[in-house]
């Protein structure tokens, strides 16, 4: 209790105390994704609504416009593009994390009446604020006097990750003396969530305050965060979802004297300042200047393990009755088979018995880490179970700086200049020991290798031996430094029917690592800084839209940039070491798309088509591999991806107040070629990692750079189709809406460790057919369908390479509803009240994502696991029948 | 500003807070008695001597069969893998009686079982339902299964069959007798009489110089590992050149330990599959 008191307390000083020393700073956001997460996973704890990437409701465009609300439920993305894609600007300011490249919508979480006056904008928009991702933009005014006048006080109920919100808010509007305030205070909350044994405790501020000083300026000080702790949901196997009778079975929890208790809590809090500065020069020239601050500390907490102790996780594979023998061989999942075989049957049915026992067996045990951590330390040992927290947190200074000029009735422009220079702050602190006293800072992997009194084995030389405490910062300890400059200019035309858009930017990025501990497995390159890697980019879109009449729009919308990689993925182990990644370059894009918008009588609508290609793109994944049990890193550079396909919005008014809408894409988003691959274990040295990175030709002996065969891959996490039939209503401040959604075509979140291509079974030629085509008479289908890689038995270059099949989801309907009535008072007050439903038919069954675990089904003596790693992937469903009741009093 | 903290100090209080768990006769084991002890690891030996005396072979255990034992060796130092020996002195058959002194191994699927069954820890086994047998000789309990190498053999039992079928009996002792290791002289070690399963596995000394100690060397570097990620070190007996393999795991603290050069005793589990075998519990049964 003490401990979040005092961080809540500590984060309020702070940020006033910012305020007081630099009155023109604020902030960039992120939402400060543990590295250890895989993509599937980087949002799971975000409200579904909240997730939607790209562009917040773009209302010139009736596509964009819609889906982000409609195929929430779904974790939709617009045409599959990570967030990193899109950007947010808030005053003026864009907030997204440099290192991540991400917005973290729990930055502004729970202060939805400050942030509602938003604008959705695409990539090729014209605006005054700065640049849009090739996803889009939204752009957020929050400046006090655009508030309105008077009171909201909001009370809110549902059944998702909270059960309990409550937002007040009050603004004064634009006073006499120039002066206008507005504030939030809200809360979110809930002792348990939908999700078995999580919790939300979350508390949100906003103030703004703004002067006009006169007719030309105005300056806007916003300053708000959102102290939020709250317990995660896990993913996990269909085995273990099927043994728990659930598809929300949360492996992350379990009961510790009765009570439960999740492993896997976050505390994130990201107090921010922004200081605008509103220049109207005359009325044609506007400045606009943001400054801002922000300071975030966000942590998540793992459970951590010697490498002697047993896997505490619940649905670890070995505590799988699919463990016993394989269930998924037809030659053995059979009668015959099990008949000779009883003691398989025996095994699995004493698992299955034992997972169904109790509620207590399918969880963490919590009190079993305790007794073993005790019975330990009373033998002489150390405590072999603790809970760590990750830190991520960040300090970041912005500032954007845009000219806008109108400069007559058809051509305007505006040219801008913005700055970021960003500090990540990444380490890990001890939670709790356990009921443990001693634990000492080594790598318990290293010391199973090199051994206990190795050099290796230390996490940090400079500080061997280290004993570690609760709160003590133990096992890595490092900063990313990130600073960026972009100039910009954007200039559109509108001439006749015509209307043509210009943007180009230009932007230089340094990232640089600076290591505070000298770790044992990189004693020469892991302590201080690792120098500045720069990269130059730049790019710039042109938008042609021709309107023949105003029933009809055309546009052909054209794009072409190269970014710097993200920080996030530019260092090849970056909790042990400071190098950075081989072949680390610019991520290409470019983009193209057509649409046709057109209004006819009763019936409107947009079809757009579009084709974005990525080129050399860097992607790190770094996971706990069961398979090597040691912390992994695995990053692909020059990745080539393709995303295309079509979106359509059709409206027909029935009535005036009647309408029925047919929404949705069908897109595809794939990786197009094979990439290169660097692989790195935290707990090994610079010689043995060497040898992790090499891939043997089995003909010629000789070794070839290492890849990820990954062609034909989908982008997963999202719906690639998503169609929505919908109806609206309103009457007397009435208003009724029911869509039926369809989804399909999810695609798990593939292992590129399972295909790297040392991984990959290989085969060898055996000659020819008669018409000239290679041989391979010991594959089969079922065999390349697990991923392959065929050699020709003369020379050894590779004929082809498979990857294993990614799977696809089924896919499914959904109907949400909601109902909503408008009441108008007296003196100015209303009440609205507002209830949705999704999911109104309890469809348990649809998957909003997943990922393959990270180990293959074979011994190194080519024996198959019983265990199948890859019939075993763990996902996510999206949410059962779910509600929201909302009550808004304005007075 | 005042009221957002006051809110912030009032509600935002931290919901990841929990009391320590009361551990005190914390049991993965039976809590309830398994029975009375009707059984024992010499008649179970005596009883099923064809299927003792095979290199693997395994059956099924269909009775309530209750034996009991100490744990003399675990996985104390990592060196021994999901193996448990049970060893019991039957202070009522004289000394040099075959049937006095019997150990067996209780196989658990789990790693780091020494919390749970710490070395002088008095157990009840009911066998009902579990397989006895041999895995490359070694005499075991335990349930099939199949190697990474696709053969059957006798593996662990399921931890969570402890619930049902162990029990734990008093409180470990670690000074008892069947914690003292049996030493094992030149003589007795040459003897072929002597190779066969009521002499293992058990909890024994042998004193020797390893072969390839140099001063230098350590019992277990992974460049020597084989197949069962494990490396043998000859100890040869000066009396009679006697050779005792001792084989170590790579993975632990003994593995990366110097083997100490000249006369030592070395304590560990006896077991006999070409040659003489034993695996030492920890660094301590170096001396």
Known sequence: ?891 | MALAAGLMLSLNSCMDDYDEPNTDGYLITSPESLGEVNYSIAELKNDNASLFSQTNAFEQVKEDKIIEGVVAANDCGGNLYQTLLIRHIDESKPEGDADRDQAIVLGVKHTWLTPYFQLGQRVKVNLKGLYIGCYSKLPKIGQPYYTSSGNLRLGPVLLQLCATNVELVGQPNPDCAECQPIALSPEWLRATANRNYLNYPQLVSVTGTIQEADGEAIFAPESLQDAGYGVDRTLVNSVNNTKVTIRTSTQNDIAFTVMPEGEHTYTGLLSYYSNWQIQLRSVSDIQ
Request: glycine share 8%.
């Open chain 1, 1 to 891: 209790m003490k401990k979040g008191v005092k961080l809540t307390a500590a984060a309020l000083l702070m940020a006033s105390g910012a305020w007081a020393q630099a009155p023109a700073d604020t902030l960039q956001l992120s939402d400060n994704t543990d590295f250890t997460f895989t993509e599937s996973q980087l949002d799971e704890d975000n409200d579904a609504a909240q997730t939607v990437s790209t562009i917040v409701g773009a209302k010139s465009d009736p596509y964009n416009s819609e889906v982000g609300y409609l195929f929430s439920p779904m974790r939709f993305k617009v045409r599959a593009y990570d967030n990193q894609y899109s950007n947010y600007y808030m005053n003026g300011l864009q907030l997204n994390d440099l290192e991540l490249g991400r917005f973290g919508y729990s930055m502004v979480g729970g202060m939805n009446d400050a942030t509602r006056n938003q604008e959705g904008l695409s990539a090729y928009d014209y605006n005054r604020t700065g640049l849009a991702g090739v996803g889009g933009a939204t752009s957020v005014n929050t400046r006090a006097s655009q508030f309105a006048q008077g009171s909201k006080l909001t009370l809110s109920g549902c059944n998702r990750n909270y059960v309990a919100r409550g937002m007040f808010t009050h603004a004064t509007g634009l006073l006499p003396s120039g002066w206008a305030f507005a504030g939030l205070v809200g809360y979110r909350w809930a002792n348990e969530g939908v999700i078995e044994g999580t919790f939300y405790n979350s508390l949100s501020y906003f103030l703004s305050a703004e002067k006009r000083i006169n007719e030309h300026h105005s300056l806007s000080l916003v300053t708000f965060g959102s102290p939020t702790e709250r317990a995660q949901q896990g993913a996990s196997t269909e085995e273990a979802y099927w043994l728990a009778n659930s598809h929300y079975y949360n492996p992350n929890w379990g009961y510790q004297n009765g009570e439960k208790r999740n492993a896997r809590v976050v505390n994130d809090f990201e107090p921010t300042a922004i200081l605008t500065w509103d220049w109207k020069i005359d009325d044609t020239k506007k400045l606009t200047t943001a400054a801002g601050f922000k300071y975030s500390m966000y942590s998540s907490t793992a459970l951590g393990w010697s490498g002697d102790a047993y896997d505490p996780r619940p649905d670890y594979y070995k505590n799988m009755p699919s463990s016993i023998f394989d269930v998924w061989d037809p030659a053995k999942n059979n009668p015959d088979y099990l008949a000779q075989n009883p003691f398989l049957l025996e095994q699995y049915y004493d698992l299955v018995d034992y997972w169904r026992a109790s509620e207590a067996n399918q969880q963490i045990n919590w009190d079993r880490m305790y007794f073993v951590n005790r019975q330990n330390e009373a033998a002489g040992g150390e405590t072999l179970y603790y809970q760590e927290r990750r830190h991520n947190d960040q300090m970041v200074f912005a500032l954007n700086s845009a000219f806008s000029h109108d400069l007559n009735r058809w051509g305007k422009y505006t040219v801008g200049l913005s700055l970021n220079s960003t500090k990540g702050m990444h380490y890990k602190t001890m939670a709790d020991l356990l009921g443990g006293t001693t634990y000492t800072d080594i790598d318990k992997f290293a010391a199973n290798d090199y051994g206990i009194n190795s050099i290796e084995a230390q996490n940090d030389l400079r500080n061997p031996n280290r004993q570690i405490g609760v709160d003590d910062k133990f096992g890595y300890n490092y900063n990313i430094f990130v600073n960026k400059a972009r100039a910009y200019g954007l200039y559109e035309v509108n001439r006749g029917k015509m209307n043509y858009r210009l943007s180009a930017f230009a932007e230089g990025t340094t990232m640089e690592r600076e290591g505070l501990m000298q770790n044992g497995r990189a004693p020469e390159n892991s302590y201080g800084k690792s120098g500045q890697a720069k990269f130059l980019g730049g790019g710039g879109r042109l938008g042609l839209t021709y309107r023949p009449s105003g029933a009809h729009i055309l546009s052909l919308n054209l794009g072409a940039e190269s970014n710097a990689p993200l920080a996030r993925n530019s260092f090849v182990a970056p909790r042990m070491q400071n190098n950075f990644v081989d072949n680390l370059t610019n991520e290409d894009i470019y983009t193209a798309e057509a649409s046709y918008q057109f209004r006819l009588g009763d019936f409107s609508g947009k079809v757009t088509g579009y084709y974005t290609r990525f080129n050399n793109g860097v992607e790190q994944t770094a996971f706990y591999n069961d398979q090597e049990e040691r912390f992994t890193y695995l990053t692909m550079t020059n990745v080539n991806r393709e995303h295309y396909g079509v979106e359509a919005a059709l409206k027909y008014n029935l009535t005036s107040n009647f309408s029925v809408n047919l929404t949705g894409t069908y897109a595809e988003a794939q990786y197009v070629n094979n990439p290169l691959a660097q692989v790195a274990y935290e707990g090994m040295n610079a010689s043995t990692l060497k040898t992790l990175n090499t891939w043997k030709n089995p003909v010629t002996g000789q070794q070839m750079p290492l890849c990820v065969v990954a062609d034909g891959m989908r982008v997963n996490g999202t719906p690639l189709t998503a169609i929505s039939l919908g109806l609206n209503y309103n009457v007397n401040g009435w208003f009724f809406e029911a869509n039926l959604n369809y989804y399909d075509r999810v695609y798990v979140d593939f292992s590129e460790y399972r295909r790297l291509g040392n991984v990959l079974p290989y085969y060898v030629s055996e000659g020819f057919d008669d018409k000239g085509n290679y041989l391979f008479q010991n594959v089969n289908a079922d065999d390349l369908a697990k991923g392959a890689v065929l050699y020709d038995a003369q020379d050894g270059h590779i004929v082809s390479a498979y990857s294993a099949e990614q799977e696809k989801f089924d896919g499914g309907f959904m109907l949400d509803l909601s109902i909503g009535r408008y009441i108008r008072l007296a003196k100015g007050k209303s009440i609205s009240i507002n209830l949705s439903v999704q999911n109104v038919t309890n469809n348990r069954n649809l998957r909003t994502g997943g990922y393959e675990q990270n180990r293959d089904d074979f011994y190194n003596t080519g024996v198959a696991k019983a265990y199948t790693f890859s019939k075993n992937s763990k996902y996510y469903y999206a949410n059962a029948f779910n509600a929201f009741l909302n009550v808004g009093f304005k007075f």
